[in-house]
Structures are given as structure tokens and as C-alpha cells.
């Protein structure tokens, strides 16, 4: 695959998934026990928005920018990390974001197989006795890093979706975590261009919920900047959560707020949803 995130680094996308990942890795350590942290398409950690792949898109500008320039109380504490690992030109990636919340007893694994980005991200955990770094295949460390050393595990899965299967790949995925470690927090970042390559992902998710013993309690959480109705634009995104911590489903509303408010053009179909996709 060719993508390289460092043309998105910092977009709506990005402020989407990881306002909801600080969110949700807060609420798991609410309790004292630790937890294992697996990034499963982790990248280098962190992108440089005056480089050239930056300046080109621009999309920072439209994402994370508007963020800071309007700093909503309700994601404060995202914020504060934003600037605390990235400074004025860098945002952080997801393996920065989760190595800045890593308590003492917490341990963070991160997969990357793109061969310069997987050395970035070495060099930037060097001698971290935290965290460690894959050469591997995400979608192969589902099965082979669960169930994890520690009782709880926050598995973050985040692939480029270049691939024309990659929602088949997303919903196999899923099910071979979850068999391998049923207690364990799922969070699946997906885009949503149009509704059509979602219908099938859904009835996937659906369908092993309903086999015996199969995956339960489900959330989809969404936004949308517009209608999702042009398949050449990234409309919106979600993040589906498989086990979301106990009171994560009713106390996010006012942080996709917020992320609207500030992200959003006001233009039609705009808005953010809670869906329930599997019961408990």
C-alpha cells in the first residue's frame, strides 16, 4: 500500500478518533488494574505539519487548528496532550497520544510494517521499558498479541483503507480479537465516504453477534461533516467500540459536540450518531 498519513495527519478524521481514543483509554483507567494498549497500524507517532506532505493537503488546517484556535472545554484534556507531545508544528500520532497516558502499571504494543516508518517509531521509543514495537502485520497481531499479559487490553485498529476489502478485513479482524480475548475494549476507526460499503461491514458485526457465544455489546459513533453521499470525498468517519468502558456510551455526546462545533461548515447532513449495534 502506498498510503502514507503523513498528507492527513492532524485532520478531522484525526481530531475524531483521537478526542474518543483519550476519551475511552480514561475511562479504562479509572480503575487501578493495567491495562495493555495494542496499536495495530501505529505509523511513526508523530507528524511534522510544515512538511511537504502536510503543506500540500492542508488538511491540519480544517482539523486540528480549528481545535486549538477554539478550544472547547469539553476536550481539554486531548488538547493539553496535543500540544504537550507536538508542540506548534508536530501532531501526534496515536502511539504518542497513549504513551503520554501510560501509567506505571499500563504497557503500550505497537505494529507497523511500512519498513522507514516502523524505524521512526523505534528510535522514538528507544530504551522504554513501556512500550514496545512490532514488525509485524496488524491484522496478524490480533491473533498473536492476545490475549495480553495484563487482565485488560485496549486494542485500537486503524488500517489505511486502501485496500478494496479492507471493511471484510475490519470485521474478520474483530471477530479474531474478540475470540481471543473476549474482556477486551475494540476500538475500529473507519471512513465514511458513502453508505453502501458500510451496509455489509454492519450485517458482519451483526451476524457474529448473533452466533452463539459471538461478539456482543457494540457501538457505532459517528460524524458527519455532510451527507455522505459522494464516494470521492471523506464525508465523515466512525469509530466503532466492541465492550466500551461502563458509561463511555452515554457521556461522549457532548465531546462529538464539540468536535462539530468546531470542525463543522454548517452544511447539510451535518451531525454526529450513536448507534447501538450489538446488545450486551
Sequence with gaps: M???HAFHAGNFADCFKHALLVRLFAAMQRKPAGVFVLDTHAGTGAYDL???????TGEWRQGIARLLAAEPPELADYLALVRRQGGDTTYPGSPALLRAMLRPVDRLACCELQPEDQATLRRRFA???QVAVHARDGWEALGGLLPPPLKRA?????PPYEATDEF???????????????????AAWYPIKHRAPLRPFRAAIEAAGIEA???RDVIAVELFLREPLDPARLN??????VNPPYRFETEI????????????????????????WADE
Design 168 to 186: 471484510a478485513r475490519l470485521a474478520k479482524g474483530l471477530h479474531t480479537g474478540w475470540r481471543h480475548f473476549t474482556n477486551g475494549v475494540f
Design 127 to 129: 530504551h522504554d521499558a
Design 2 to 4: 502506498n498510503y502514507r
Design 236 to 241: 465523515g468517519c466512525g469509530l466503532l467500540v
Design 213 to 215: 457465544a459471538g461478539i
Design 50 to 56: 510544515s512538511s511537504d506532505e502536510a503543506t500540500r
Design 154 to 158: 485496549l486494542v485500537l485498529i486503524d
Design 253 to 276: 455526546e457532548p465531546y462529538l459536540a464539540a468536535l462539530l462545533r468546531a470542525l463543522g461548515d454548517r452544511e447539510p447532513g451535518e451531525g454526529f450518531a450513536i448507534e447501538r
